[in-house]
């Protein structure tokens, strides 16, 4: 019998329904990818750029295949990462290694000018991260002294509240840092804003990572981070006339001895 015999035509039935998955995949890839959020765009209400979600169609067909076809294929992802991004703000950090009497002896930048693009990478996306901050709920009345002194006996820690404030209030410069107060002492009547729980818990461990790294855990007396924030130009800022706030200097925030529990 020869082997050079013709192999007998595939089916139309099954071309169609190869073309139809093949097309059918497409579409849906697409519209997730359509579906995902856009930006930062320029907008006078949102110094650093405004997102936007994706057209309301591709909102309303994403959630089905999400859970029909992306998920069973592990095709959640759209990468749209925010270390992709094109981002405006600067920023990196810095931990100061001091003495008993408070003098720095040593500091380490962040990201390292001596390491590989790699590293540095990794510690550019970390120094965004610390850049997150969230606007705390207004806090109510005070209370008074019995139920204040029943709650510190119940758990101190829990009466602490942690929030930014200028490190020196006559200055009007960009330098802050991160207080802990008992809550009856924070300012009432005035927007406040913490850093959030995953930078500060960023923070503190990065700063264990480097003293577990050159073995100095109990050589220093404090050991402090601070980020250093140059933030992008807001479009609006040509419309203002008169403005508090120094967007062409760099914003300082100290988070304080991170060996400490919050």
Do not use: C
Not at 86 to 91: L, N, R
Not at 234 to 256: A, C, H
Request: charged residues 25%.
């Amino acid at each position: 019998m020869s082997s050079d015999a013709p192999l007998p035509p595939l089916p139309k039935i099954y071309k169609q329904l190869g073309t139809a998955f093949v097309l059918g995949h497409f579409f849906i890839i697409g519209i997730w990818i359509l579906g995902a959020t856009s930006g930062p765009w320029p907008s006078p209400f949102f110094p650093g750029g405004d997102f936007q979600l994706g057209p309301p169609f591709a909102q309303a067909i994403n959630p089905v295949t999400r859970d029909a076809y992306l998920g069973p294929l592990r095709l959640l992802n759209n990468y749209h990462f925010m270390s992709n991004r094109v981002v405006g703000d600067e920023a990196y950090f810095q931990i100061h290694f001091k003495d008993a009497s408070g003098k720095t002896q040593k500091t380490l930048k962040f990201p390292d000018e001596n390491a590989n693009y790699f590293i540095r990478h990794r510690h550019k996306i970390l120094a965004l991260g610390l850049t997150q901050d969230r606007e705390m709920s207004p806090l109510g009345a005070e209370r008074i002294r019995a139920v204040k002194k029943q709650a510190a006996k119940t758990d101190p820690a829990a009466q602490l509240t942690i929030y930014w404030t200028l490190e020196d209030p006559k200055k009007a410069d960009n330098k802050f840092k991160l207080v802990r107060a008992d809550s009856d002492e924070v300012p009432r009547g005035q927007a406040l804003s913490t850093a959030s729980d995953w930078a500060y818990i960023a923070a503190q461990s990065y700063v264990r990572h480097v003293l577990r790294e050159t073995g100095e855990q109990d050589k220093w007396a404090s050991v402090e981070l601070t980020r250093h924030v140059r933030r992008q130009l807001p479009p609006l800022l040509i419309t203002m006339k008169d403005t508090q706030i120094n967007f062409f200097g760099e914003t300082v925030s100290n988070f304080g001895d991170l060996r400490e529990k919050p």
